[in-house]
């Protein structure tokens, strides 16, 4: 893989609840917006601002499922720059708000943890 895609990647993975732009991270790698979403889509058959938005509700859902924070929160702490894109997208991503993901996702726990009782 081109090591400027593996920088991106590592830059959006170590440091995803900053709000990084794709001018950004073209920055970081000496590229334009243009070549950089190129080379990204070429190298990973994904588009750079799907993988990022990816990231970011794979680690909202973790928070989710392993925290009290609260959306708000979570929306903060993954780097989503406006919570209510934030909601929309996970839903999209999910088929429920972040509220009635973790609701359902602590009575599927709270019900594993009776049986093994």
Not at 37 to 65: N, P, S
Not at 82 to 94: G, I, M, P, V
Request: with cysteine; glycine share 4%; hydrophobic share 40%.
């Amino acid at each position: 893989m081109d090591y400027r895609v593996q920088r991106v990647i590592s830059l959006m993975e170590d440091s995803l609840g900053l709000q990084w732009s794709v001018a950004d991270l073209a920055k970081a790698v000496n590229l334009s917006p243009w070549r950089l979403c190129h080379i990204f889509k070429t190298e990973t058959t994904v588009g750079l601002v799907r993988y990022l938005r990816t990231l970011r509700m794979e680690q909202a859902r973790r928070l989710l499922e392993t925290t009290f924070l609260s959306v708000k929160e979570i929306t903060n702490k993954v780097g989503a720059r406006d919570e209510s894109h934030f909601l929309r997208d996970f839903k999209a991503t999910y088929g429920l708000s972040p509220a009635k993901y973790r609701s359902k996702f602590l009575r599927i726990r709270s019900t594993k943890e009776l049986r093994k009782h």
